[in-house]
């Protein structure tokens, strides 16, 4: 496959990714009659006009707004906008794309799609979509679900280090076990001590502890 071929279809992928966007912008605020074009052989200049209703000024600018976000967000360039004054015939340059957003009078009497509705474009219109508040809702399911599997993920984690710890703990009571028993050696080293007997008194140690006899008084002349 050569390069240009690779080129065309990129092209083509983002024509139909493009026309998609602007169609789903216009279903966000219920316009009406929505058709798609393929302009491909009439003009150099786009390859899509899309042309919808709009029963009211309102309404007119808010498809248009809603156009412009949609093709933002979908990562193309910002699009360039006429007519937004008036709000009865909005046009919405797209770049590949061309929107045109009319009042049901206005639509009518200038008739576009007789002048580009030579190839009408096949698009699925009323596609259930997303809503903001859904989309809102399952990112932050999933964020917290994230959160979830990291908690029990650090919680199993510390689990081994709790069981090392009550591991030790038997350690600890040998360490309390020891003590009685050098308690008891203490205890029978005392006996020891006290139940030894005394050193035997000599005859003459008794000897010098007996107090001198008293002398007997003389007898006076």
């Not at 071929?5 to 216009?26: E, F, H, M, N, P």
């Not at 093709?71 to 061309?98: H, L, S, T, Y």
């Not at 030790?168 to 006996?191: D, E, I």
Request: with cysteine; glycine share 4%; charged share 30%.
């Amino acid at each position: 496959m050569t390069t240009s071929t690779k080129s065309d279809s990129a092209a083509k992928r983002d024509v139909t990714k493009l026309q998609r966007a602007i169609v789903d912008g216009l279903e966000d605020v219920k316009a009406h009659d929505i058709q798609v074009f393929n302009t491909e052989a009439l003009s150099p200049l786009f390859e899509r006009v899309i042309v919808a209703s709009g029963t009211s000024n309102r309404q007119t600018k808010a498809l248009a707004s809603s156009v412009r976000e949609a093709v933002k967000e979908a990562g193309f360039p910002v699009p360039r906008q006429e007519g937004e004054q008036n709000g009865e015939w909005i046009i919405v340059d797209c770049g590949a794309a061309v929107c045109h957003i009319m009042q049901p009078a206005i639509r009518q009497y200038y008739r576009l799609e007789e002048i580009w509705g030579e190839t009408p474009v096949r698009l699925k219109i009323g596609a259930a979509k997303p809503k903001p508040a859904e989309l809102a809702a399952k990112k932050l399911a999933a964020k917290q679900a994230v959160a979830k599997a990291a908690a029990e993920n650090t919680v199993t984690e510390k689990k081994p280090a709790a069981k090392k710890a009550a591991a030790k703990k038997p350690a600890a009571k040998t360490a309390a076990a020891a003590k009685p028993a050098a308690k008891k050696v203490a205890a029978k080293t005392v006996k020891t001590v006290v139940v030894k007997p005394s050193t035997p008194r000599t005859a003459k140690a008794d000897t010098a502890t007996k107090p001198a006899a008293k002398r007997a008084p003389r007898a006076k002349a």
